[in-house]
């Protein structure tokens, strides 16, 4: 019966590590007690009713982890870091085409005034065409 309880131990520690690690071999790799349970090859409740400690060691170092592998903490920073670089990019479009819509209305602005004073061909326009071609 102890050695029953002991390779229990065993598989469960070593489940925790492998968690841990980022190495799962028979789950997903998710830090919740379903998993580890999984991941150990025990039952839930072997895991909730005979081997409190080690599912306590496991939530408390999943808290200090905020619940990511430390495998997979440097690729969830790197995630993070590439999302404020995204919302920094959508937030420099978003000024630029505003930006361009005014410079698009100052244009056509300029545009239908000269068009208007070119219509009016009777006064002179102190406003000049640019050559359309370089000679």
């Given at each position: 019966m102890a050695t029953d309880r002991d390779a229990e131990r065993?598989?469960?520690?070593?489940?925790?590590?492998?968690?841990f690690d980022g190495c799962?071999?028979?789950?997903?790799?998710?830090?919740?007690?379903?998993?580890?349970?999984?991941?150990?090859?025990?039952?839930?409740?072997?895991?909730?009713?005979?081997?409190?400690?080690?599912k306590e060691e496991f939530t408390r170092r999943k808290s200090e982890a905020n619940g990511i592998p430390p495998a997979f903490q440097h690729l969830h920073a790197?995630?993070?870091?590439?999302?404020?670089?995204?919302?920094?990019?959508?937030?420099?479009?978003g000024r630029l085409r505003e930006r361009v819509a005014v410079y698009a209305q100052v244009i056509h602005e300029l545009r239908t005034e000269l068009d208007r004073r070119t219509d009016n061909s009777t006064q002179p326009s102190s406003v000049r065409s640019f050559p359309t071609s370089i000679t």
């Open positions: 065993d598989a469960i520690t070593a489940a925790i590590q492998r968690l799962p071999t028979r789950s997903t790799g998710a830090l919740t007690t379903l998993q580890l349970a999984a991941e150990a090859g025990v039952k839930r409740w072997v895991l909730t009713h005979k081997h409190v400690d080690l790197r995630a993070a870091d590439a999302e404020a670089v995204a919302r920094a990019l959508r937030e420099d479009n």
